[in-house]
């Protein structure tokens, strides 16, 4: 089985690069079934939705545009409960479609703080879309529209997710070897 080393940790292969290719294009044309002929603004929360942001609009098939708003909850591998917005947006939301692209959902307060930010916004409709999504430790109410992969309470890396800064550049999914 294909291994990580970061820091003093390892990881273990969890899922491959060619099923999450699968999963993004699947996600894809769910939206876009979804919304039809609207133009959807895509914003990737950064920094862990880089990747999975510049996958989606690579398989959307209509007309779409993209934008980023920075936050982050993580130190290390547990959630802080607290989250700092770095990034704001400068788009005008009023009456658009929107479509927040995180790369992974866990106890959902990142989602709940851009979710309230977006809200206050004039917008037509806001749509949720997870790469990873871990039920067990999410704690919120949100209606969660799309979800590539939900998956037990462990600790990934790859595919623009990091164990402190690292491991973003693994094309496959790693979890924290027990
Ligand atoms: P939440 O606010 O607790 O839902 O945490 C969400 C954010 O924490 C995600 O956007 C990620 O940046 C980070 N995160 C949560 N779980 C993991 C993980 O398993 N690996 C790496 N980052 C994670
Ligand atoms: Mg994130």
Same mark, same amino acid.
């Given at each position: =089985?294909?291994?990580?080393?970061?820091?003093?940790?390892?990881?273990?292969?969890?899922?491959?690069?060619?099923?999450?290719?699968?999963?993004?294009?699947?996600?894809?044309?769910?939206?876009?079934?979804?919304?039809?002929?609207?133009?959807?603004?895509?914003?990737?929360?950064?920094?862990?939705?880089?990747?999975?942001?510049?996958?989606? =609009?690579?398989?959307?098939?209509?007309?779409?545009?993209?934008?980023?708003?920075?936050?982050?909850?993580?130190?290390?591998?547990?959630?802080?409960?607290?989250?700092?917005?770095?990034?704001?947006?400068?788009?005008? %939301?009023?009456?658009?479609?929107?479509?927040?692209?995180?790369?992974?959902?866990?106890? *959902?307060?990142?989602?709940?703080?851009?979710?309230?930010?977006?809200?206050?916004?004039?917008?037509?409709?806001?749509?949720?879309?997870? %790469?990873?999504?871990?039920?067990?430790?999410?704690?919120?109410? %949100?209606?969660?529209?799309?979800?590539?992969?939900?998956?037990?309470?462990?600790?990934?890396? *790859?595919? *623009?997710?990091?164990?402190? *800064? %690292?491991?973003?550049?693994?094309?496959?999914?790693?979890?924290?070897?027990?």
């Amino acid at each position: =089985m294909k291994s990580a080393k970061l820091y003093d940790k390892s990881f273990d292969c969890f899922i491959e690069s060619k099923k999450i290719n699968l999963a993004v294009k699947r996600l894809a044309k769910e939206i876009k079934t979804d919304l039809q002929e609207e133009i959807p603004l895509f914003i990737g929360i950064l920094n862990g939705s880089f990747i999975f942001t510049a996958d989606i =609009m690579r398989s959307y098939e209509g007309n779409c545009e993209i934008s980023f708003l920075k936050l982050a909850s993580y130190e290390k591998t547990s959630s802080t409960g607290i989250v700092n917005q770095l990034i704001g947006l400068n788009e005008d %939301l009023t009456n658009r479609t929107v479509v927040i692209l995180e790369d992974i959902i866990d106890t *959902g307060t990142t989602l709940q703080t851009v979710y309230d930010l977006l809200k206050k916004e004039p917008v037509k409709q806001l749509k949720v879309a997870t %790469l990873f999504f871990k039920p067990e430790v999410f704690r919120k109410e %949100l209606h969660i529209d799309y979800v590539g992969f939900s998956i037990p309470d462990h600790f990934i890396v *790859g595919y *623009g997710l990091d164990y402190d *800064g %690292l491991g973003r550049n693994l094309p496959d999914i790693y979890k924290l070897s027990n």
